[in-house]
């Protein structure tokens, strides 16, 4: 069975940091792109930024740029997303996502797995 479980989400005040991680299994993780997403209440889902699958290629979407950072760990199958100089306009709920490809800060392929999701809360 497929699995993506997300944590590391929480209440953080603005300026301040978090770690998210997406821990994979049931597939070959070696195999697949992550990708992490967000949803806030009354917006559309937008990716955020995704890996590829030997981790050496990271796309951000523009808003998170210099402040948000991807990285995989494959002999752990997990993924992780560090959160640096979090800003109110961060509060989401942060899905992490597999596939077979980034197309730029989305994942995509033949079909996309999705984890649970952490609720994300920067107070200002």
């Known amino acids: 069975e497929v699995q993506l479980v997300e944590s590391g989400g929480g209440l953080v005040q603005a300026g301040g940091s978090l770690r998210l991680s997406c821990a994979a299994s049931g597939f070959t993780f070696d195999d697949y792109a992550i990708g992490w997403f967000r949803q806030a209440p009354g917006k559309e889902r937008e990716g955020v930024s995704c890996?590829?699958?030997?981790?050496?290629?990271?796309y951000y979407v523009h808003s998170v740029k210099g402040r948000f950072t991807i990285s995989k760990d494959n002999a752990k199958n997990t993924v992780y997303l560090q959160m640096n100089s979090l800003k109110p306009e961060d509060t989401a709920v942060y899905y992490c996502?597999?596939?077979?490809?980034?197309?730029?800060?989305?994942?995509?392929?033949?079909?996309?797995?999705w984890g649970q999701g952490t609720q994300v809360t920067v107070s200002s």
């Open positions: 890996i590829s699958r030997s981790g050496g290629s990271t």
């Open positions: 996502a597999a596939d077979r490809l980034c197309y730029s800060e989305y994942v995509g392929g033949r079909k996309t797995y």
